[in-house]
């Protein structure tokens, strides 16, 4: 079963708005972690936000918060002030930590163009 | 912050050949270590969790007489795509997890391998 579900392949956004990329997932473990990165065409991982299973209150990083619903099991990814350097694909994971693995899955990602 | 690095960063090679693929935390020591695949407009597939001094723990469906990963210290881990096919080719990604804090996981650039 899939764990992470991001449901929108691609997104387009106007440049200065706000956009929500949607995340749900999927675990029986009390204790995990939610993550979202970034991925320009070149490739590389960037680190965006990060969500205790425990914390009480919504990450925020500068222009990133997460919309942590934990009864819904949605850990949606909220840019405010889009800028065009965002455009990129962005992948929601998660991280069970019950298991004593720590391994990270990952979701399909969604395809941000920030429209000038 | 923390580096990782790969080398190298991209490589075609022939069909039939072996290639290494080098993974190192520049600044930190890094127990854990994760490999993935990613093909083109897709998401990261976890291959293999890297525990230093310890044989790599696979994930269902990665052949590990293919795909060889070595953690030989705290600060390198290497992946050998032996006997290498057309299909084999893709985007590989590392990953170093310094502790077990929340976001402590740091990803190389990535290496995009090409078999001809």
């Known amino acids: 079963a899939q764990k992470i579900t991001q449901t929108q392949p691609g997104m387009f956004v106007q440049e200065k708005e706000a956009v929500t990329l949607d995340c749900t997932y999927d675990t029986s473990d009390q204790s995990y972690g939610l993550f979202w990165y970034k991925q320009p065409s070149s490739g590389e991982m960037i680190f965006l936000i990060y969500?205790?299973?425990?914390?009480?209150q919504n990450a925020t990083e500068g222009r990133y918060s997460l919309n942590f619903q934990k009864a819904r099991k949605s850990a949606n990814l909220v840019i405010s002030a889009s800028q065009l350097g965002d455009s990129a694909m962005y992948f929601c994971?998660?991280?069970?930590?019950?298991?004593?693995?720590?391994?990270?899955?990952f979701g399909t990602g969604t395809r941000l163009k920030v429209l000038a | 912050g923390a580096v990782v690095s790969q080398h190298p960063s991209w490589v075609i090679c022939k069909s039939g050949t072996s290639v290494k693929i080098e993974c190192r935390s520049l600044?930190?020591?890094?127990?854990?270590m994760f490999w993935y695949r990613q093909f083109p407009k897709q998401s990261l597939m976890l291959m293999a969790t890297s525990n230093e001094g310890s044989k790599a723990t696979y994930e269902q469906g990665v052949e590990k007489d293919k795909f060889l990963i070595n953690h030989a210290s705290l600060t390198l881990s290497t992946l050998t795509v032996t006997s290498a096919h057309p299909e084999d080719s893709s985007f590989y990604i590392c990953?170093?997890?310094?502790?077990?804090?929340?976001?402590?996981?740091?990803f190389g650039p990535g290496t995009r391998l090409t078999v001809t």
């Open positions: 969500q205790g299973s425990y914390d009480e």
């Open positions: 994971a998660m991280r069970e930590e019950g298991s004593g693995t720590y391994k990270y899955i």
């Open positions: 990953s170093a997890e310094r502790d077990r804090s929340p976001y402590e996981q740091y």
């Open positions: 600044d930190f020591q890094a127990t854990t």
